[in-house]
Nanobody, 130 residues
Framework: QGQLVESGGGLVQPGGSLRLSCEAS????????IGWFRQAPGKEREGVSC????????YYRDNVKGRFTISRGNAKKTVYLQMDNLKPEDTAVYYC???????????????????????WGQGTQVTVSS
């Protein structure tokens, strides 16, 4: 059975950096949209950045553009999220998700429970605080 496993979260000071990893197993990985979502306490979940494993196209929400970079690992079935110049408002649990044959923008805009996604990870906590 397929799954996604996130890692790389932690506590960092404002202006610092973290790299999140999302490793896939048990499914083909090709022809999927893979994305990062986050949810802070008391706030709606939001799509942060998404990538197509088919053509490499990417999507970023406005408030992370220029600070976050999403990429796919060459050998491993892994998607990374490099987060630079982190701000306190980036504090949230970050989740990785996958949907077959979907554009990055459509994936990042998808709402609903985790059942709306083919695969949904367990989440990793990112805390930005001095």
């Amino acid at each position: 059975q397929g799954q996604l496993v996130e890692s790389g979260g932690g506590l960092v000071q404002p202006g610092g950096s973290l790299r999140l990893s999302c490793e896939a197993s048990g499914f083909t990985f090709d022809y999927y949209g893979i994305g990062w979502f986050r949810q802070a306490p008391g706030k709606e979940r939001e799509g942060v950045s998404c990538i197509s494993t088919t053509d490499g196209n990417t999507y970023y929400r406005d408030n992370v553009k220029g600070r976050f970079t999403i990429s796919r690992g060459n050998a491993k079935k892994t998607v990374y999220l490099q987060m630079d110049n982190l701000k306190p408002e980036d504090t949230a649990v970050y989740y990785c998700a996958a949907v077959f044959l979907i554009s990055p923008q459509a994936l990042c805009s998808r709402t609903g429970s985790s059942r709306a996604f083919a695969y949904w990870g367990q989440g990793t906590q990112v805390t930005v605080s001095s």
